[in-house]
């Protein structure tokens, strides 16, 4: 079992900059492939960013492919996501979620990942 936790979320203003990371407790995620999810109020979940295990291939939402970036932070064993140039279309909750196993063609939906955190707010204001 893995559990997962999110930080890094908070208020900004549009334009601004944010970092969220992935944890697990107690453990790594150096073999899993990690993924961001968002929700907004009302909305379906979507896809935001995973990085793949084993050769860390990476792919985005084309909402945010230029302004999100992920990345395994080793030293710390944690998965990131660097946000910027945020909008307030990027308020959500934003949800880390993990899994092995996922093939390319799968790595966009949220029912292949087992495992998922209980998410970190973000907002951002005009």
């Known amino acids: 079992q893995v559990q997962l936790v999110e930080s890094g979320g908070g208020t900004v203003q549009a334009g601004d900059s944010l970092r969220l990371s992935c944890a697990a407790s107690?453990?790594?995620?150096?073999?899993?492939?990690v993924g961001w999810f968002r929700q907004a109020p009302g909305k379906e979940r979507e896809f935001v960013a995973t990085?793949?295990?084993?050769?860390?291939?990476?792919y985005y939402a084309d909402s945010v492919k230029g302004r999100f970036t992920i990345a395994r932070d080793n030293a710390k064993k944690t998965v990131v996501l660097q946000m910027s140039t945020l909008n307030p279309d990027d308020t959500a909750v934003y949800y880390c979620?993990?899994?092995?196993?996922?093939?390319?063609?799968?790595?966009?939906?949220?029912?292949?990942?087992?495992?998922w955190g209980q998410g970190t707010q973000v907002t951002v204001s005009l």
């Open positions: 979620a993990a899994g092995t196993g996922l093939i390319t063609s799968s790595l966009r939906i949220g029912t292949q990942y087992p495992y």
């Open positions: 107690g453990g790594t995620l150096s073999r899993h492939t």
């Open positions: 990085i793949k295990n084993y050769g860390d291939s990476k």
